[in-house]
């Protein structure tokens, strides 16, 4: 609401009550229209002798058929005599009777209770969307087929997600360890395979490379049992493999490394060797 429109109010007001020696209210719309929904401004401003105690509505009074929006209030304005207070109050409707009322109460506070003072009642016209509504409505067919995405039930998932994990616990606990088992298994024989064939080859095809036979069955047998085979001494693999012929082979093995190469107890050596080998997967299995 402009200065202008407000001074104009309070100069109607104090015009129109004479200085006259009692209590004048007025409450009226600053539109005489409104759409359903759209804020509409009433007006309320009350003259009264200045010694009195005076109380506007607030949010918790009903404003039916309207709902309140928000509230301004003035400064209040004295003379000698009179004072004058004064709101605008924006107001919305939802209701769809074509003129809709409203009247606003002030009150007057007293020692022991308090006096309703009224404004005259005042009405505002409700504009209507919809003019009128035809008799028959022509109605249009469409009979293409459109897809509609289905919506995703994340409470439903949430539950079937839980479900599966508790089944995913208990089956762990019941086959856990089996399952685990069997995946060792798996692996240990896949890696038994592969040194059989490697050693196999080497063998056959370098028959004179003791050395690095020698450290393929070392690196396998540290992997099998977690013993630093590469690391010790033919002395110190017979005291921990305790195997009859494992000190014959070995030496053998190592007096082709370090000494004159004689071949002919290398294919004994290595056939012990590889069945050495053998017998800790079987027992590791």
């Known amino acids: 609401m402009s200065k202008k429109v407000y001074s104009?109010?309070?100069?109607?007001?104090?015009?129109?009550?004479g200085f006259a020696q009692n209590i004048t209210s007025k409450g009226q719309f600053l539109k005489d229209s409104v759409q359903i929904g759209e804020p509409i401004e009433f007006a309320l401003s009350i003259k009264y002798p200045k010694e009195l105690e005076l109380i506007f509505p607030d949010s918790l009074y009903n404003f039916f058929p309207f709902e309140l929006t928000?509230?301004?209030?003035?400064?209040?304005?004295?003379d000698s005599v009179f004072s004058v207070d004064s709101a605008i109050y924006y107001?919305?409707?939802?209701?769809?009777?074509?003129?809709?009322?409203?009247?606003?109460?002030?009150?007057?506070?007293n020692e022991f209770d308090s006096l309703i003072i009224w404004t005259l009642q005042d009405s505002i016209i409700l504009q209507h969307a919809v003019e009128s509504i035809?008799?028959?409505?022509?109605?249009?067919?469409n009979t293409n087929y459109m897809e509609v995405p289905m919506a995703f039930n994340y409470p439903y998932?949430?539950?079937?997600?839980?479900?599966?994990?508790?089944?995913?616990v208990i089956l762990w606990f019941v086959f856990g360890k089996t399952v685990t088992n069997?995946?060792?298994i798996y692996r240990l024989k896949k890696r038994n395979l592969k040194f059989i064939e490697t050693f196999d080859n080497l063998v056959t095809n370098n028959f004179l490379n003791t050395e690095e036979i020698l450290i393929l069955w070392k690196n396998y047998l540290e992997k099998l049992n977690g013993e630093p085979f590469t690391k010790l001494t033919t002395t110190e693999i017979v005291s921990l493999l305790k195997y009859p012929n494992v000190e014959t082979a070995l030496m053998a093995i190592d007096k082709n490394?370090?000494?004159?190469?004689?071949?002919?107890?290398?294919?004994?050596?290595?056939?012990?060797?590889?069945?050495?080998?053998?017998?800790?997967?079987?027992?590791?299995?």
């Open 91 to 109: 107001l919305s409707t939802f209701e769809i009777d074509s003129i809709q009322y409203l009247k606003m109460p002030v009150y007057k506070v």
């Open 8 to 17: 104009l109010f309070i100069f109607f007001l104090v015009f129109s009550s």
């Open 182 to 184: 069997k995946i060792q």
């Open 257 to 285: 490394i370090y000494g004159p190469k004689d071949d002919s107890l290398l294919s004994d050596a290595y056939q012990t060797i590889k069945d050495i080998a053998q017998n800790e997967y079987t027992n590791k299995v």
């Open 70 to 78: 928000k509230k301004i209030y003035f400064p209040t304005k004295s």
């Open 157 to 168: 998932a949430s539950i079937a997600l839980i479900i599966l994990i508790v089944i995913t």
């Open 134 to 141: 035809p008799d028959s409505v022509a109605m249009v067919t």
